[in-house]
């Protein structure tokens, strides 16, 4: 695959660099110091993926993040050395494109296999996704509904998102109030040392509470949990997430679709899904899971999506009830639920 790197920074290039050439698949095509030689490099010689840092001369990561998603389209990944202090920067560039976040490896690791590993993992698990790569495996097909436990548990809404999620997230949830009725759980496709970081900055964005999810916990209404370790998230049969490696293969961890699949067999109705922008397929078969258990199922709809890559897939599935632009989902699930309370008080 051909790689470009976006850094101003001659060490950290030397880091990727080095990194890269740790896997004989993989090509620098070129490098660029800032965003506005990105641009230029982009439209000479598109590469498969980009690696972009974020605070730079001339052009910083996240408008050249936007430009190349509108002229150029292709794979970014932001890579920065500390996400701490660009934590909006890092979801604004997710909000145009961008895939994923990483933090740029270590150049004087005593390990430089270790130090690469997490960076050259994510470049494939990008690859399979652009189709770099064959992953020669099954898709994971929806799972057959289990019976359910007694008593009464709060409505849930599922929402998975990918590329482009952080923003969507954020626009959507600010349109609940602040006495919603739902437990939320967020899957987002970030990596887990990124996942505290999001929580807090989406809690600032809206009225709901924002937080991590902890195993063992039961989902509360008017409370937004978000899928916060590497391992994937899960509703069990009586009422509580729980975080499991299983399935190991999965391209995402954490997966929407294992999310999607265990509200699909342990959810109560009401439970909804909402599947948003994203590249690839992730959470397509877990919502057509939960449409299938009689659920209302929501995908975004193409024009307001950043990646209209998930949400396609769904649609071709018809595993989608409903596919909406994004400002009309939180009106729909606040009349969803003013709905669903009336059915169950009479």
Not at 228 to 239: E, I, S
Not at 313 to 330: G, Q, S, T, W
Request: proline share 8%; charged share 20%.
């Amino acid at each position: 695959m051909k790689i470009g790197i976006v850094n101003d920074m001659p060490l950290a290039v030397e880091a990727l660099q080095r990194a890269l050439a740790l896997d004989p698949e993989l090509r620098v095509a070129w490098v660029a110091g800032d965003g506005a030689q990105a641009l230029d490099a982009c439209a000479a010689q598109r590469p498969d993926i980009i690696l972009m840092d974020l605070l730079m001369p001339v052009m910083d990561g996240v408008e050249a993040t936007r430009r190349i998603m509108a002229q150029t389209p292709c794979a970014i990944i932001i890579v920065t050395s500390d996400m701490d202090r660009n934590t909006a920067r890092v979801f604004d560039a997710m909000g145009h494109g961008a895939l994923d976040v990483i933090d740029t490896p270590s150049l004087g690791a005593a390990d430089p296999r270790a130090a690469a590993a997490p960076l050259l993992r994510k470049i494939r698990n990008v690859g399979w996704l652009i189709g770099a790569y064959d992953r020669g495996r099954p898709a994971q097909a929806p799972t057959a509904a289990q019976p359910l436990p007694a008593g009464s548990t709060p409505p849930l809404i599922g929402i998975g998102a990918s590329a482009g999620g952080p923003p969507s997230l954020a626009a959507l949830l600010s349109g609940l109030p602040a006495d919603f009725p739902a437990a939320i759980v967020l899957v987002q496709h970030v990596d887990a040392s990124f996942a505290a970081g999001m929580a807090s900055w989406l809690d600032e964005q809206i009225d709901l509470p924002v937080r991590l999810a902890v195993s063992g916990e039961r989902p509360q209404p008017g409370t937004v949990l978000l899928a916060g370790t590497d391992d994937h998230l899960v509703l069990h049969n009586d009422g509580t997430l729980r975080y499991t490696r299983e399935p190991a293969e999965g391209l995402y961890r954490p997966s929407i679709d294992v999310f999607f699949n265990s509200v699909a067999r342990h959810g109560r109705a009401p439970a909804i899904g909402v599947l948003l922008t994203g590249m690839g397929r992730d959470g397509a078969l877990g919502l057509q899971a939960m449409r299938e258990r009689g659920m209302l199922t929501i995908a975004q709809d193409r024009a307001s999506s950043a990646v209209y890559g998930m949400p396609k897939a769904a649609a071709e599935l018809k595993a989608a009830v409903e596919i909406l632009p994004l400002d009309r989902i939180a009106p729909r699930l606040v009349a969803a639920l003013g709905t669903a309370a009336g059915v169950q008080r009479t």
